[in-house]
T-cell receptor, first 113, second 113 residues
Framework: QKEVEQDPGPLSVPEGAIVSLNCTYS??????FMWYRQYSRKGPELLMY????GNKEDGRFTAQVDKSSKYISLFIRDSQPSDSATYLC?????????????FGGGTRVLVKP | GAGVSQTPSNKVTEKGKYVELRCDPI?????LYWYRQSLGQGPEFLIY????????DSGLPNDRFFAVRPEGSVSTLKIQRTERGDSAVYLC???????????FGQGTRLTVV
């Protein structure tokens, strides 16, 4: 079993809908949680970074962390065709370990005009 | 440069050959990371450098893989006696220090035939 599980999708939604993505993890030592967006043939780019349990909002994006359930989510409101990409969750144990990240497998999202 | 630069973009090599993949980090970034991303999977950590030294090489799969960063800037990932299973996208990322946002390059797509 992988340390971080993520449904591969694809997830297809109409433009303007809410996109809901999630990851589960098994290692309770993970403390820092991130969401990355990856367009085809590009490197991942950081969208959201959270530390504690709870919600964090940034524009159309909301990240949720539930450490008790080992479950994290990303919501994208008012989705646009330009949001079509693969979304990767990632996590790490120590802030000092910085970017030694454990990634989920990614969920492919398609927003249809 | 403006971002992390990786060369070549694509590399096709025959089984058993030696390959070198180059990463030019963002100027001034002291931390540098290598990840490997197989088709349909999330990136997997290989190694990270703090300055010239490899701070953590626990992700290197075997002794055919080696990476250097002799002057604390450009890094080269070296793979000896390549195998078909080495085919993947090799991603490099850099960050100012270990606990700040990492920026990924576009990756080198390695195909071993």
């Amino acid at each position: 079993q992988k340390e971080v599980e993520q449904d591969p999708g694809p997830l297809s939604v109409p433009e303007g809908a809410i996109v809901s993505l999630n990851c589960t993890y098994s290692n309770s030592a993970f403390q820092y949680f991130m969401w990355y967006r990856q367009y085809s043939r590009k490197g991942p780019e950081l969208l959201m970074y959270t530390y504690s349990s709870g919600n964090k909002e940034d524009g159309r994006f909301t990240a949720q962390v539930d450490k008790s359930s080992k479950y994290i989510s990303l919501f994208i409101r008012d989705s646009q065709p330009s949001d079509s990409a693969t979304y990767l969750c990632a996590m790490t144990i120590l802030k000092a370990a910085g970017n030694k990240l454990t990634f989920g497998g990614g969920t492919r999202v398609l927003v249809k005009p | 440069g403006a971002g992390v630069s990786q060369t070549p973009s694509n590399k096709v090599t025959e089984k058993g050959k030696y390959v070198e993949l180059r990463c030019d980090p963002i100027s001034g970034h002291t931390a540098l990371y290598w990840y490997r991303q197989s088709l349909g999977q999330g990136p997997e950590f290989l190694i990270y450098f703090q300055g010239t030294g490899a701070a953590d090489d626990s992700g290197l799969p075997n002794d055919r893989f080696f990476a250097v960063r002799p002057e604390g800037s450009v890094s080269t990932l070296k793979i000896q006696r390549t195998e078909r299973g080495d085919s993947a996208v090799y991603l490099c990322a850099s960050s100012l220090v270990t606990d700040t946002e990492a920026f990924f390059g576009q990756g080198t797509r390695l195909t071993v035939v």
